[in-house]
């Protein structure tokens, strides 16, 4: 063998060696898990719940970073240009992952193709919610309420494409109104606005809402599905309360950049798994009213399927309701009424263990 082959099969054998071993030290530093909601709302909540538990195990603190804008669309842009290197992962949702194609027309992202897929972190039921002294004191007169004065109610969403913005979206055009729509960067500032009686409603995910119900300082008058959630018993069901069309569930789960090495990929996986079997970290999310997925239903592969099928579901149902990020940027304020939606199938909800 020549001097110069076998310099050059050293030094090969030498980066093979070295790689392995990064691996094998991964993770070495902290990991930013990007959340691209204001802090205090359900995306942001679920993050810091299972990220204390994934920090446990994998070592090494994952440390939430908030980068908001665009429904969520921008942190997620950013995580998804991150470094595929395991040290940048993102908490992404029904919105940010099935929603947004559809709503952004320049989208930088395919959700289906630009992610290494992690895993489920919650299944998270929406609630229509109100301020506490709103005049309709159940969904049958919010309804009636929403058909006579539409255009003059303050309705809160966290963005274009966010879960707020489409789920309530679908809940107006279903009703065939429109209402005047308040942006913020996430739901956990919405919800203090409720609070404070600044906007009238909004639809939100459990999870940041059911302490708020709880404490009486918001009022629930529905859950959009099937069945009762165990953490708000006295709420009843879309079906139960005269809207039973309006069915309706989000998600939250964890992604990394595509291309993230398969041991990675699979080392995050295992210490999201790890977090969702722990009993102090179920109990968190069980009481906030999330539900967790059977094993099968946290694998990345269930990941992967659940994000093609709900691109599928929304893709031309907001399509039909025929919204834009184009004509309604994200920061925008405004009444679109969007022509009558029908409801999508159900999601797939994550099967509670
Ligand atoms: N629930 C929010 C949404 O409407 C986002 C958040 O603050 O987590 O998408």
């Not at 001097?3 to 993770?27: C, W």
């Not at 802090?39 to 993050?47: I, S």
């Not at 729509?181 to 203090?192: D, E, S």
């Not at 139960?240 to 069915?247: F, L, R, T």
Request: proline fraction near 8%; include cysteine; charged fraction near 15%.
């Amino acid at each position: 063998m020549s001097i110069r082959l076998k310099t050059l099969l050293t030094g090969v054998v030498a980066s093979v060696a070295a790689a392995g071993s990064a691996l094998a030290a991964y993770p070495e530093r902290p990991i930013t898990m990007i959340v691209p909601f204001a802090a205090g709302g359900p995306t942001d909540t679920v993050a810091r719940i299972v990220g204390e538990h994934m920090s446990k195990t994998l070592g090494q603190t994952v440390v939430i970073e908030n980068v908001t804008g665009a429904g969520g669309t921008t942190g997620i842009t950013r995580g998804a240009q991150a470094a595929p290197d395991g040290y940048t992962i993102m908490m992404g949702h029904m919105g940010t992952h099935g929603a947004a194609p559809a709503l952004y027309p320049n989208l930088k992202y395919d959700p289906t193709t630009d992610f290494t897929p992690i895993g489920l972190a919650a299944g998270t039921p929406i609630i229509i919610v109100t301020k506490k002294d709103f005049a309709a004191k159940d969904l049958k007169e919010f309804i009636a309420k929403m058909k006579a004065e539409g255009p003059k109610l303050n309705e809160g969403n966290a963005g274009v494409g966010s879960v707020s913005h489409t789920t309530c979206t679908l809940l107006t055009s279903q009703l065939g109104i429109k209402t005047a729509r308040v942006t913020y960067k996430g739901t956990g500032p919405m919800i203090n606005d409720l609070v404070g009686g600044q906007i009238d409603f909004g639809c939100d995910q459990i999870v940041s809402v059911a302490p708020q119900i709880k404490a009486g300082t918001i009022r629930a008058l529905a859950i959009a599905t099937p069945e009762r959630s165990p953490a708000l018993p006295d709420v009843p069901t879309t079906k139960e309360a005269g809207m039973p069309d309006y069915q309706v569930s989000a998600w939250n789960a964890v992604f990394g950049p595509k291309a993230l090495p398969a041991d990675i990929a699979a080392k995050l996986n295992d210490a999201l798994v790890k977090a969702l079997d722990d009993e102090n970290t179920r109990k968190r999310l069980l009481d906030l009213g999330g539900t967790i997925a059977d094993k099968p239903g946290r694998s990345q592969a269930a990941l992967q399927k659940l994000v093609e099928s709900e691109v599928a579901r929304w893709t031309p149902v907001l399509k039909a309701a025929g919204i834009s990020a184009a004509v309604n940027p994200a920061g925008a304020t405004s009444g679109a009424t969007p022509p009558p939606a029908a409801a999508p199938a159900p999601a797939a909800a994550p099967a509670q263990k």
